[in-house]
């Protein structure tokens, strides 16, 4: 059964000897991040990578509160929290979906019944507020007061207290679907944050959509567009805009909903690459094999999970921005700083005794290694379904998802490595990799060793390296600009004469398979350890 709420996960935890209660007294700042980043750390390397889920019982300067930190910093804990046991079979699950079978008989048909039932029953449902756990404690306008909260410094140059692992909802001005995204967020003061919105998400086109609404002035609105989420550039800052086109937009609000403390497959929902018509909502309820209890918030016209720790409301006022970070980042690197929409808090409703959610983001592996390497096994089969001929990829923690991919392919003709560059680059937030590696489908993509020795001997580099313009990754602070830079496609496949090789191609060393099952036979005997 689907865990209700963080509180479940956290007894499965417990009962999995996958926690550790920590009743030391640890401060917020600094001291929780450093514990996590070591725990994360652990077995390095090994099948037993990843240390354990940690539960800060004693918090510096908050009496009673708890975190919770590195609840996904293993694949045991991935498998866990997606109550699977191999990530790969869920990834069957989205295959099944994408491509069943067709019926050729009506018994056929009969079969297949069951199977959409089950996709109906993922869909969302919204409970009364007297039900909704989330709403045990309501504070309204004054009350409100984010310090209340034990949000976590996480590196020492950022720029204050970042909300890490927060589930972002917003809504589609035009056709009311909903988004849930994962955009860290500055604590500013007691009632404000900052709202790390990269100009090629999903809720940053959503304010694009709210401006496109408001303003009258074209031109002015398309500068709004390009400076209100993801940074601001000389040509498109406020100052750039007439005021009286400024003073249309000024005021006008959309609103947002923050949950942070869900259910493990809901705040793994929000990071996925999600198609477009797709809420999050649903594919939490198909990890779950349940569906979403939601429920109304208080202040904004937001559906929100009924079982979360914390709910926060409010909005941002379109046009208003403010400098946010510096930021340490999963890059390994801080990010820097930059200005960005501005989330002002409303009303914040919690459970009793709420449990708060943190991670902490730095040099890999850290915990969310495991979160991105969950999310390239599930999602692989969307990937084929728009390239059928991609047989695995691997996104190298050390890579940090967005900076390299390794693809394996079936090649059918000349040409066709570039293709699949092509393609990966044209394919929603794949267009920020940086570095595609595409080999041949006898190469073992997850064996590291081998796609370096597949790279090394097969490339021209002159011939095989192929060069691109186009976006990239706000975080990438090697960029000739914020948010636009060069790309590379490596071909590492084998070349065939309709591609100009006209010189013989050698074949790979493998021993004889009579031989080898022979030596199986007798390994054993060799006393060879």
């Given amino acids: 059964m689907a865990y209700n709420d963080l509180r479940e996960w ?40 990843g240390g354990p889920a940690l539960l800060f019982e004693n918090v510096k300067g908050h009496p009673g509160a708890r975190v919770l930190m590195n609840q996904f910093g293993s694949e045991r804990r991935m498998r866990l929290a997606l109550e699977t046991d191999s990530l790969d079979a869920i990834a069957d699950r989205i295959r099944l979906l994408l491509k069943p079978e067709t019926p050729s008989s009506l018994m056929d048909k009969l079969k297949m019944l069951p199977k959409l039932a089950e996709v109906g029953s993922f869909f969302p449902k919204v409970i009364s507020a007297k039900d909704a756990p989330c709403k045990q404690v309501i504070l309204r306008g004054d009350q409100v007061d984010l310090n209340r909260i034990p949000i976590l410094k996480t590196w020492p140059q950022d720029g204050g207290r970042f909300i890490t692992l927060p589930c972002v909802i917003t809504k589609d001005p035009h056709t009311g679907k909903r988004n849930v995204g994962m955009y860290r967020m500055q604590v500013y003061d007691g009632k404000t944050t900052g709202m790390h919105w990269q100009r090629q998400k999903v809720a940053a086109e959503h304010m694009r959509e709210r401006l496109r609404a408001t303003s009258e002035d074209a031109a002015a609105a398309v500068d709004l567009m390009a400076q209100t989420a993801g940074g601001t550039t000389a040509a498109s800052s406020p100052e750039s805009i007439p005021a009286a086109s400024l003073n249309k937009i000024r005021g006008q609000r959309m609103e947002v909903a923050v949950a942070i403390g869900a259910d493990p497959a809901t705040t793994f929902s929000a990071i996925v690459p999600a198609p477009p018509d797709v809420e999050e909502y649903l594919i939490a309820g198909f990890l779950r094999q349940k569906p979403l209890e939601l429920v109304k918030a208080e202040t904004v016209d937001l559906e929100v999970p009924a079982n979360a720790e914390y709910i926060l409301e409010g909005y941002v006022e379109l046009g208003e921005l403010r400098t946010e970070g510096p930021f340490g980042d999963h890059t390994g690197f801080y990010t820097m700083q930059d200005d960005y929409p501005v989330f002002h808090v409303t009303c914040m409703t919690h459970r ?39 047989r695995d990829v691997n996104l190298p923690p050390e890579g940090v998802f967005h900076n390299l991919m390794i693809v394996s392919i079936r090649k059918s003709y000349a ?13 929603g937030q794949a267009m920020f990799t940086k ?3 595409v080999v041949d489908e006898d190469c073992d993509v997850q064996d590291v060793a081998e796609v370096v020795l597949r790279v090394t001997n097969n490339i021209d580099p002159e011939r095989d390296i192929q060069f691109t313009l186009g976006p990239v990754d706000s975080l990438d602070h090697a960029s000739r600009l914020p948010n636009y830079g060069s790309k590379m496609g490596i071909d590492a496949t084998r070349k065939w004469a309709a591609e100009g090789f006209n010189r013989p191609w050698p074949p790979m060393l493998t021993m004889d398979s009579k031989v080898k099952a022979k030596v199986d036979a007798i390994w054993s005997k060799l006393g060879i350890d």
């Fill in 435 to 437: 570095c595609i590696v």
């Fill in 415 to 427: 040409g066709h490595a570039r293709k699949v560059m092509n393609g990966i680059w044209a394919m």
């Fill in 10 to 49: 956290i007894n499965e935890l417990h009962k999995a000897g996958e926690l550790k209660r920590i009743n030391i007294e640890v401060s917020t700042d600094l001291e929780m991040a450093e514990i996590a980043d070591r725990a994360a750390k652990m077995g390095k390397g090994t099948a037993k990578a």
């Fill in 352 to 390: 009793k005794d709420p449990v708060y959610t943190a991670t902490i983001v730095g040099k890999p592996p850290m915990e969310d290694a495991w979160m991105g390497k969950a999310v390239e096994r599930i999602f692989l089969p969307l990937m084929q379904l728009t390239l059928p001929e991609i």
